[in-house]
């Protein structure tokens, strides 16, 4: 009975210093994390509003949301071609003002987005001048 006793004694305090561990490591990724994130706000990123976000179905989360900063993004133009950094307040006001889909980034720049924005407006009055047309005239 004693060594039973014992074996048990073993057990919980093995329990006890995994617990222990299990704890240091988690603490000791949080202030990890802490420290990275200062680091980024003192490089001039911004912080991120996670309750502004436009809610999404996916289960992964996009990267700024889980480093917890927008930075400066550089991308190509898909229309044009050219380089454009796409800024840490362009896109905090793209994901928590215009409430855009956390999964989606610039792909135009600047001129091309004006170009595209127009075309589309043109197209859209195009059509429903289109429908006006067909609709039998009202009596
Ligand atoms: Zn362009």
Same mark, same amino acid.
């Given at each position: 009975? =004693?060594? =039973? +006793?014992?074996?048990?004694?073993?057990? /919980? =305090?093995?329990?006890?210093?995994?617990?222990?561990?299990?704890? +240091?490591?988690?603490?000791? /990724?949080?202030?990890?994390? %802490?420290?990275?994130?200062?680091?980024?706000?003192?490089?001039?990123?911004?912080?991120?509003?996670?309750?502004? %976000?436009?809610?999404?179905?996916?289960?992964?989360?996009?990267?700024?949301?889980?480093?917890?900063?927008?930075?400066?993004?550089?991308?190509? &133009?898909?229309? &044009?071609?050219?380089?454009?950094?796409?800024?840490? @307040? +362009? +896109?905090?006001?793209?994901?928590?003002?215009?409430?855009?889909?956390?999964?989606?980034?610039?792909?135009?720049?600047?001129? &091309?987005?004006?170009?595209?924005?127009?075309?589309?407006?043109?197209?859209?009055?195009?059509? %429903?001048?289109? @429908?006006?047309?067909? =609709?039998?005239?009202?009596?």
């Amino acid at each position: 009975m =004693k060594s =039973k +006793q014992k074996r048990g004694e073993i057990d /919980a =305090k093995r329990r006890k210093a995994e617990e222990w561990r299990r704890l +240091q490591a988690q603490r000791a /990724a949080e202030q990890r994390r %802490l420290r990275e994130y200062k680091i980024a706000l003192a490089r001039g990123e911004v912080p991120v509003v996670t309750s502004e %976000l436009a809610p999404s179905n996916s289960y992964s989360i996009p990267d700024f949301v889980e480093r917890g900063t927008y930075r400066p993004e550089p991308f190509v &133009c898909r229309d &044009c071609g050219v380089a454009e950094v796409w800024t840490p @307040l +362009q +896109q905090k006001w793209w994901y928590e003002t215009a409430k855009g889909d956390v999964f989606t980034t610039a792909m135009r720049c600047r001129a &091309c987005r004006t170009r595209e924005r127009a075309r589309k407006t043109a197209a859209r009055r195009v059509h %429903l001048e289109g @429908l006006a047309r067909k =609709k039998p005239s009202a009596p």
